[in-house]
Nanobody
Framework: VQLQASGGGLVHAGDSLRLSCVASGRSFSNNVIGWFRQAPGKERELVAVIRGPSSLTMYGASVKGRFMISRDNAKNTLYLQMNNLKPEDTAVYYC?????????????????????WGQGTQVTVSS
């Protein structure tokens, strides 16, 4: 099983980017899957997650209203649309997938429940 993230880059504040994460080796259409990020000197944090077959979504407080997570089950691909980017969004972004299909909100934030991780894609936002 592999997760391949792409779409990062260098942008200006206020710009938009869309990250993609292609899963190969199995389908995650009914699983918990999401995006995390890690900025230099900081711990990795949840950005957004789809909590299983119901497709309920949840977002980190700092990105809510600006980012949108979605998935295309036919393409086995996860997306993160990032709008109105800010310098504080600068980080390496990782996609992650769990073997679980149902988690409560507090569990979704726990990195331990994610079994597969992509290699990360760098997003840099200049002011």
């Amino acid at each position: 099983v592999q997760l391949q993230a792409s779409g990062g880059g260098l942008v200006h504040a206020g710009d938009s980017l869309r990250l993609s994460c292609v899963a190969s080796g199995r389908s995650f259409s009914n699983n918990v899957i999401g995006w995390f990020r890690q900025a230099p000197g900081k711990e990795r944090e949840l950005v957004a997650v789809i909590r299983g077959p119901s497709s309920l979504t949840m977002y980190g407080a700092s990105v809510k209203g600006r980012f949108m997570i979605s998935r295309d089950n036919a393409k086995n691909t996860l997306y993160l649309q990032m709008n109105n980017l800010k310098p504080e969004d600068t980080a390496v972004y990782y996609c992650a997938a769990s073997d679980r299909q149902h988690v409560i909100v507090s569990q979704a934030r726990d990195e331990e429940i994610y079994d597969y991780w992509g290699q990360g894609t760098q997003v840099t936002v200049s002011s």
